[in-house]
């Protein structure tokens, strides 16, 4: 399958922060909005996009709770958004739509920590899907004049290495036959790569550009406080006095290290003219396909073939569209 992932040779390295990727980049002019900006790496992406000059919008659930997490970080804007409520993401869209402002850049970041067992949303849908994949489908339709108004705009989908591990349950993505937690959050890091790879293909010549990223695994973030300390440990995560293991050669990430693929993802020059790609240790990722066990010393994280199939990402993007229109009937 011809594709287009092949590293480009950034200069930058997996240990390279937000600032690092930022260093001598004005983004003054720029306007941005990220969901769930104010928590985990996202946050570490908003305070080093603000520090290069952007303005940024972060979309959070409780405002009041953001605006808190994001105390000395100035001149960032909070609004109410609520990614498995259509009825939420649809009134900031348009709030943000009356405001004329083009929007340069989307960092669709925000994600339902994993539960251990079936949670739905009001519609039935799977959270894990609803919230990474859907809800943010939604959000960045709703924005698409506000896209097309910049006159070149990337939309940036975090993903995660767990894209290697599963697909998209075609015939049943909310998982009303046999629910595993693990798959269901695999479905839904496959989708944020698919999602990426069709609004490529069908926005570029509007000069709307696609990408997915891998941050990397930090310890700390929302994600995985839902593990306990022993798991972690067993992981490779975590040492023995339960502080984080940082090794960004195998993925293992401080913040400011997990935000860099962020920030490269969202205004780096390099990636001008390039766009449906995944992307990891701030450069655009190899295609691996082959299996690599998970172990305590690797994380295996490159992108997959079935995470780019181009009739994949066409498929999810219609299936996404019916599933919006049902739950709007």
Do not use: C
């Not at 290495?161 to 046999?178: K, T, V």
């Not at 997915?212 to 695994?217: D, K």
């Not at 997959?304 to 009739?311: E, G, L, R, V, Y």
């Amino acid at each position: 399958m011809p594709h287009k992932q092949h590293p480009i040779g950034s200069g930058f390295s997996a240990a390279s922060t937000a600032d690092d990727v930022l260093a001598g980049t004005d983004l003054t002019g720029t306007n941005v909005i990220i969901t769930a900006g104010h928590s985990g790496i996202a946050r570490e992406a908003t305070r080093a996009l603000v520090k290069a000059g952007a303005s940024v919008t972060v979309g959070a659930r409780r405002p009041e709770r953001a605006r808190q997490a994001l105390a000395g970080i100035d001149g960032v804007d909070v609004d109410r958004l609520d990614l498995l409520d259509p009825a939420s993401i649809d009134a900031f869209a348009d709030r943000r739509l009356a405001s004329r402002r083009p929007l340069h850049v989307l960092i669709n970041s925000a994600v339902r920590p994993t539960p251990g067992s079936l949670e739905r949303d009001a519609r039935g849908y799977e959270v894990q899907f609803a919230t990474s994949h859907l809800g943010h489908f939604q959000l960045t339709l709703d924005l698409l004049p506000a896209l097309r108004a910049a006159h070149g705009a990337r939309v940036v989908n975090v993903s995660s290495g767990a894209q290697r591990l599963g697909g998209i349950r075609w015939d049943d993505p909310h998982f009303e036959n046999g629910y595993d937690p693990l798959a269901a959050y695999a479905q839904s890091k496959v989708a944020n790569v698919l999602f990426a790879v069709e609004l490529d293909r069908r926005w570029a010549e509007d000069g709307i550009r696609g990408y997915a990223v891998h941050p990397g695994v930090v310890v700390g973030t929302g994600l995985n406080n839902a593990v306990d300390e022993g798991s972690l440990r067993e992981m490779g995560l975590v040492d023995a006095s339960g502080q984080p293991v940082i090794d960004p050669e195998v993925g293992k990430k401080t913040p400011q290290q997990g935000a860099g693929t962020l920030a490269f993802a969202a205004a780096s020059p390099l990636l001008a003219g390039i766009g449906g790609v995944y992307l990891k240790d701030n450069d655009i990722s190899r295609l691996d396909d082959e299996p690599r066990p998970l172990t305590a010393d690797s994380i295996p994280s490159e992108v997959a073939s079935h995470s780019i199939d181009p009739h994949s990402a066409r498929r999810l993007w219609e299936l996404s569209e019916q599933l919006l229109t049902a739950s709007a009937s």
